[in-house]
């Protein structure tokens, strides 16, 4: 009998779950980042900006409250189902779009994009990031910038911790954390286990692998797909200066305008 095709782990990871058992990655956040972020991408009210891994949505609202014409594309349909419902379908809402992110349906309609909370790196070949970052600059008017929120390897090597358990939201979760070499190249591995506090039976299992990027490397990668490294990077969605034991590395870039 033929092997049934194994789903990749972005495909399966991203859901209501997820979100249930990240309750600190909320509004709030968002809210406080969005300032810095608009500033940072030099937008006015109005501006058409894309969200690319928008995820449950929170940068969208964020952004759209400050007057920005947002779409959130993202590849998980439980995370564009738990966006809508918390974005009223009123003008000037957020619009979302099922999308894998290497194949972004865009051309030359944004003033802006961002791509928050790690939302790279997920690919087994560099080639894949390089689609999505190229997809970006499609869909990107000349002249436009782009926001990358990514993590800085040297933070998380120096900081990992291998395991740990506690409960969130009634759940009782165990997570275990490595370092790993791939044929990508370097990745850091998550593998949790959740179960309802108190019971046995396991309710999920699911794991993260995320490509470990140097700074160096993601200047490499936006250049090669058309955007261009703009200025000094930061340490944080609040502009905090980057360090080697930034928690973050937030690098702005732009699409060549027409001469």
């Not at 759209?64 to 439980?78: P, Y």
């Not at 961002?114 to 894949?128: C, E, I, P």
């Not at 993601?218 to 250049?223: N, V």
């Amino acid at each position: 009998m033929p092997v049934a095709d194994v789903a990749p782990w972005y495909a399966t990871a991203f859901g209501r779950l997820w979100l249930r058992l990240h309750p600190h990655r909320d509004d709030a956040e968002a809210a406080r980042h969005a300032a810095f972020i608009v500033g940072v991408l030099g937008l006015k009210a109005g501006a058409r900006v894309l969200d690319v891994g928008c995820g449950g949505g929170r940068y969208c609202r964020a952004l759209a409250a400050r007057g920005l014409k947002v779409t959130g594309a993202d590849l998980s349909a439980e995370m564009l189902e738990a966006a809508r419902a918390q974005s009223p379908n009123l003008p000037g809402s957020p619009l979302y779009l099922r999308a894998d992110a290497r194949a972004l349906p865009f051309v030359a309609q944004f003033e802006g994009a961002v791509s928050l909370f790690t939302s790279l790196g997920y690919f087994d070949a560099r080639r894949d990031d390089l689609d999505l970052l190229r997809g970006v600059a499609r869909a990107l008017v000349p002249g436009g910038a782009f926001l990358l929120d990514y993590l800085n390897p040297a933070h998380v090597r120096s900081t990992l911790v291998a395991e740990e358990e506690g409960s969130v939201d009634g759940h009782h979760v165990h997570v275990r954390r490595s370092c790993e070499e791939s044929a990508a190249g370097p990745v850091v591995v998550k593998r949790v286990t959740v179960r309802h506090a108190g019971a046995k039976r396991i309710e999920s299992e699911f794991f993260e692998r995320v490509r470990l990027y140097e700074p160096a490397e993601i200047d490499a990668l936006l250049a090669e797909a058309g955007l261009v490294p703009e200025g000094e990077r930061w340490g944080s969605l609040e502009g905090a200066r980057f360090e080697p034991a930034s928690e973050r590395q937030v690098r702005l870039a732009r699409k060549a305008a027409r001469r």
